[in-house]
């Protein structure tokens, strides 16, 4: 059983800088694909970013790209999404997920395992 904390959130004012975190235990954290999914009161669970394996490839959401930079380091089982110049329209519970795979997997019910989520809350 894979358990994911994520820690980092806060209330920032519009193009600020937050840092997230994702510790995992329980698992062999190389086995799984590390992503970030979003939630903003009433809509759906959202794709945010992803990062391989290895750490070689990610993705993005379209919204996100230039903005973000999801990365993980190995060596900590720790995954990590770094989030500038944010937008008011950025504010949501953000949540770590992980799966085995396969590489591209964006759906919800593709992730084996969640995080509790943090609040990241972006003010005008």
């Given at each position: 059983q894979v358990e994911l904390v994520e820690s980092g959130g806060g209330l920032v004012q519009t193009g600020?800088?937050?840092?997230?975190?994702?510790a995992t235990s329980g698992g062999t954290f190389t086995d799984y694909v590390m992503s970030w999914f979003r939630q903003a009161p009433g809509r759906e669970r959202e794709f945010v970013a992803g990062v391989s394996w290895s750490g070689r490839h990610t993705d993005y959401l379209d919204s996100t790209k230039g903005r973000f930079t999801i990365s993980r380091d190995n060596a900590k089982d720790t995954a990590y999404l770094q989030m500038n110049s944010l937008r008011v329209e950025d504010t949501a519970v953000y949540y770590c997920a992980a799966d085995r795979g396969p590489w591209g997997a964006v759906r919800t019910r593709d992730y084996d395992y969640w995080g509790q989520g943090t609040q990241v809350t972006v003010a005008s």
């Open positions: 600020a800088s937050l840092r997230l975190s994702c």
